[in-house]
T-cell receptor, first 115, second 112 residues
Framework: QQQVKQSPQSLIVQKGGISIINCAYE??????FPWYQQFPGKGPALLIA?????SEKKEGRFTISFNKSAKQFSLHIMDSQPGDSATYFC??????????????FGKGTLLTVNP | KAGVTQTPRYLIKTRGQQVTLSCSPI?????VSWYQQTPGQGLQFLFE???????NKGNFPGRFSGRQFSNSRSEMNVSTLELGDSALYLC???????????FGPGTRLLVL
């Protein structure tokens, strides 16, 4: 059972454009939604994260939009740059404050930003 | 501050063998989690250790086991290797509850 569904699988964007990646979850107990960025040969690195008490969080060019009723959240990358080319993973967890903490990941989106 | 380190970075084994992977968390981090990453299944949670105790376990067979030492370093063991165990094994550490989880570069295991 895939608890976090991510789309699209791959995305090509021109430099300066907006990249949008979407995720949907099933488990309403999830209370922490991070996005990770992974470059080839590296481990995932946390980009930005959100909790369900807010609908949007922005950090620089990266914004998470969260829709609790639809059980969906998305990552927007404004002014996309070639250096943003990487694989992006959405994730979700419950109980981030204590035990039973584990991240459930989406399958990933390979983003290519053309110069 | 040094990040999460994993050794070895690459490993080739044959079916039926066993393997031990090592993870050194960021200094001061007491929680270590392990994940398996494959093209087909993506990133899947294996287990988490905190203060030498396993606190959570994913849906993997008993061939996958781990432990954590008093200095927070962790090892993961896979016995009776199968071809399907070929993957990137990632270790992640965090200071404690509610803290950000930081990933290491992973150990790429190839089972022939």
């Amino acid at each position: 059972q895939q608890q976090v569904k991510q789309s699209p699988q791959s995305l090509i964007v021109q430099k300066g454009g907006i990249s949008i990646i979407n995720c949907a979850y099933e488990n309403t107990a999830f209370d922490y939604f991070p996005w990770y960025q992974q470059f080839p040969g590296k481990g995932p690195a946390l980009l930005i994260a959100i909790r369900p008490d807010v609908s949007e969080k922005k950090e620089g060019r990266f914004t998470i939009s969260f829709n609790k009723s639809a059980k969906q959240f998305s990552l927007h990358i404004m002014d996309s740059q070639p250096g943003d080319s990487a694989t992006y993973f959405c994730a979700a967890s419950k109980g981030s404050g204590g035990s039973n903490y584990k991240l459930t990941f989406g399958k990933g989106t390979l983003l290519t930003v053309n110069p | 501050k040094a990040g999460v380190t994993q050794t070895p970075r690459y490993l080739i084994k044959t079916r039926g063998q066993q393997v031990t992977l090592s993870c050194s968390p960021i200094s001061g981090h007491r929680s270590v989690s392990w994940y398996q990453q494959t093209p087909g299944q993506g990133l899947q949670f294996l287990f988490e250790y905190f203060s030498e105790t396993q606190r959570n376990k994913g849906n993997f067979p008993g061939r996958f086991s781990g432990r954590q030492f008093s200095n927070s370093r962790s090892e993961m063991n896979v016995s009776t290797l199968e071809l399907g165990d070929s993957a990137l094994y990632l270790c992640a550490s965090r200071r404690g509850a509610g803290e950000t989880q930081y990933f290491g570069p992973g150990t790429r295991l190839l089972v022939l």
